[in-house]
């Protein structure tokens, strides 16, 4: 029963320890006071926790506050300074790895685009990310590396660790990311889908405005994706293929797609789509790829403004079947597909949108184009690694004090 007590008590002690560190990220700098009065725990548990905060470096001590009745207490903050993580981006035509601190501020990135030959090689990559990653972890010299975040392209299968399908990709199907990582590095590694990352760098951005939103970010690049956060947590389903809106069927006997399905909404919104509908067979090759079709859509070509606005209402459409199953409060769209004409984009969503959905849910309904500085599938990873270790912090700071160990 002794024994049984202390596994409780320990359990306590790191759900009050994370409960403490995340809402110091929302707040950015807060009082030990104010943290007890927001979290409701004993003055005397926030104090003892925070000597164990401030003994670790993850948290740090900053200057006074103005509290009630002209009293001043002492602010704290998560530490920029001690910590580190890795975030990284595989996309279909290019990685990025970036280098964070706990409170997701960029560090220093590098984007390695693939070569157009198309001859990629998966093995090939994740060999070159992981020397980037030994690379970063070298040059930190006085901060310590805790996690890798990773955000992948989808459909991933998330309880078995590898990618199910990427649309002209198919290098990716076999291999378990997880094992991989594992057995190159000694960081841990934790791997997401790249739209959940996205909606996590969202919800991460909107610090105290977020209210246990049900919040969805949709990635629409080379593929169309959706991140679905309820109640500040993402929503996976079971394997961890939830939001693979690319795939929904908008068209009932439409265009075959490599999944077996026809009419899914990734061929007729996808960027890759849209350079087929712009050059035909000549898609991409060399002056006919999505950047060219970007700049002549900033000049304002009609023939490729013409199927941008096409690409535009069918994402509309996938949006209305997202709106009606979920009842979202807040829907943002990014990735590349939104950086040619942010503006039309959401003129035509939204007249799309409103148009096709009952007009109480659309009062209720707040719909915009992500602006995000940055990369937020990148930052995402990041975040998904400090979660996974504002979940459980001291496991963390004593798997790096030791130099030793996995955690999973």
Not at 147 to 155: E, L, T, W, Y
Not at 185 to 203: D, I, K, Q, R
Not at 264 to 279: D, I
Request: with cysteine; proline share 3%; aromatic share 6%.
């Amino acid at each position: 029963m002794a024994q049984n007590r202390g596994i409780n008590q320990d359990v306590t002690q790191e759900m009050n320890r994370s409960l403490l560190l995340k809402n110091l990220r929302r707040k950015g700098t807060c009082s030990r006071v104010q943290l007890a009065n927001i979290t409701g725990l004993k003055q005397a548990t926030v104090t003892n926790i925070m000597k164990d905060f401030l003994n670790w470096g993850l948290v740090e001590e900053v200057g006074f506050l103005n509290g009630s009745k002209g009293r001043r207490s002492i602010g704290v903050a998560v530490s920029r300074d001690r910590y580190r993580v890795i975030g990284v981006r595989l996309a279909r035509n290019h990685y990025s790895v970036g280098l964070f601190d706990l409170a997701g501020g960029l560090v220093k990135e590098k984007k390695v685009e693939f070569t157009e030959d198309g001859n990629l090689d998966a093995l090939s990559i994740l060999g070159q990310i992981s020397d980037e990653i030994r690379s970063l972890v070298k040059g930190c010299r006085k901060e310590k590396i805790l996690a890798v975040g990773m955000a992948v392209p989808g459909p991933f299968i998330a309880k078995k660790n590898r990618i199910a399908l990427i649309t002209g990709a198919d290098i990716w199907k076999d291999i378990d990311l997880k094992m991989y990582f594992d057995k190159e590095l000694e960081l841990p590694v934790f791997l997401e889908h790249n739209a959940n990352a996205g909606a996590c760098a969202h919800m991460w951005n909107m610090k105290e405005q977020y209210h246990d939103d049900i919040l969805i970010y949709i990635a629409a690049g080379q593929g169309i994706g959706a991140g679905i956060i309820m109640d500040g947590k993402i929503y996976q389903g079971a394997l961890g293929t939830a939001g693979e809106i690319g795939h929904m069927t908008i068209e009932r006997d439409g265009k075959p797609c490599s999944c077996g399905n026809r009419g899914c909404l990734e061929r007729y919104t996808s960027s890759l789509e849209l350079v087929k509908a712009v050059y035909g067979d000549k898609a991409g090759m060399p002056g006919c790829n999505f950047k060219d079709v970007e700049q002549r859509i900033r000049r304002g070509d009609l023939e490729c403004v013409e199927h941008y606005k096409k690409a535009c209402e069918s994402l509309g459409i996938g949006i209305i079947n997202l709106v009606n199953v979920l009842n979202p409060n807040l829907v943002i769209v990014g990735d590349e597909m939104s950086k040619p004409d942010p503006r039309l984009m959401e003129q035509i969503i939204r007249d799309t949108v409103k148009k096709r959905i009952l007009p109480d849910v659309w009062e209720e309904l707040s719909l915009e184009i992500s602006q995000y500085e940055g990369d937020p599938i990148l930052t995402g990873a990041a975040i998904v690694a400090i979660n996974r270790i504002f979940d459980d912090p001291g496991r963390f700071i004593e798997r790096s004090s030791s130099d030793g160990g996995k955690i999973g």
